[in-house]
């Protein structure tokens, strides 16, 4: 099974809901989602996740996390970024297996700062789950 399709069960199965509920709500067949949950299809797109963490009340970085898991490879819309940002997300990406784990830690300890100082400026109430890369 896949940890996309476990994480989804588990999330379906705490919320009480059916199969029938959640391919209900997402328009999909029963079939289709029960493949996704034991592994049998990859996980849906990125849009698709999302819609399907806010109707499961579950967080959206782990979840996409662990779609990119399944797949080998991640999304990313670089139409909403600016154009430092794509450079270095471009650059990243066609880098990051000539780093060292040291390196990639340091990068990741960063990411990480970054991502805890900008959830502490939020208004409670407002901002989502973060980003995924």
């Known amino acids: 099974m896949s940890k996309f399709g476990n994480a989804l069960r588990e999330a379906r ?10 391919a209900s709500f997402m328009n999909w067949s029963v079939a289709y989602l029960s493949d996704i949950e034991r592994g049998n299809r990859k996980p849906p797109a990125k849009k698709n996740i999302e819609r399907l963490c806010v109707f499961l009340g579950m967080g959206q970085e782990e979840m996409l996390n662990n779609a990119g898991a399944d797949r080998g490879y991640i999304e990313l819309n670089l139409k909403m970024l600016n154009p430092v940002k794509t450079k270095t997300a471009l650059s990243f990406a066609q880098k990051i297996e000539h780093l060292n784990d040291t390196e990639v830690q340091e990068i990741d300890a960063i990411l ?5 100082s900008k959830a502490h400026r939020r208004k409670p109430g407002k901002g989502g789950d973060g980003l995924w890369l």
């Open 112 to 116: 990480q700062k970054s991502h805890v």
């Open 13 to 22: 199965k705490r919320k009480e809901l059916y199969l029938k509920d959640v």
